[in-house]
């Protein structure tokens, strides 16, 4: 026989769908070290992205047998709030910060990464109203590191 949820049960769903939207909307100001990360591409799920930044469409490139890959995201936020949480996140990730250029106030940031033989370049600039984060994925023989 079914049970009927009830009032109460009601009351505590209803309570949990508001807590996870709450949850959802907080820090949209930005992305800071504890905003969550969303892995979008299962090909390349050890790169995050903030939560608030969408892939760009028609935009971005990978090639199919091997992990290269230029993907955009756009999403508004400030280039060097954005480049703080990707030196804060990719080494949870296991990346290694090689080099960063650009720092608080900046129009315009760059930060290199390493991992095994691969490396991650990411390129945080303005563009229009957004931010946009370039992504480049690629081996370090190839770019002649």
């Known amino acids: 026989m079914a049970r009927s949820c009830g009032r109460r049960g ?8 508001l807590g996870i939207a709450a949850a959802g909307f907080a820090g949209c100001a930005g992305p800071s070290e504890t905003s969550p ?8 799920d050890d790169v995050p992205v903030p939560y608030n930044f969408r892939q760009a469409p028609s ?10 890959a ?3 995201y756009l999403g508004s936020a400030r280039v060097d709030r ?9 080494p949870r990730f296991r990346w290694n910060l090689e080099s960063s250029e650009g ?8 930060l290199l990464f ?7 370049r990411i390129v945080i600039e303005p563009e229009g109203d957004l ?11 190839a770019s002649g590191s």
Do not use: S
Request: hydrophobic residues 40%; charged residues 25%; proline residues 2%.
């Open 10 to 17: 009601w009351r505590g769903l209803a309570g949990g769908v």
């Open 37 to 44: 990360a969303v892995v979008v591409n299962p090909k390349y």
């Open 59 to 68: 935009r971005g490139q990978t090639h199919v047998a091997f992990r290269v």
């Open 70 to 72: 230029e993907l955009t």
């Open 82 to 90: 954005t480049a703080d949480w990707y030196a804060a996140r990719m």
């Open 103 to 110: 720092g608080a106030g900046a129009k315009r940031a760059v």
């Open 114 to 120: 390493t991992k095994n033989e691969e490396r991650c």
């Open 131 to 141: 931010t946009a984060v370039r992504i480049e994925i690629g081996y370090k023989n």
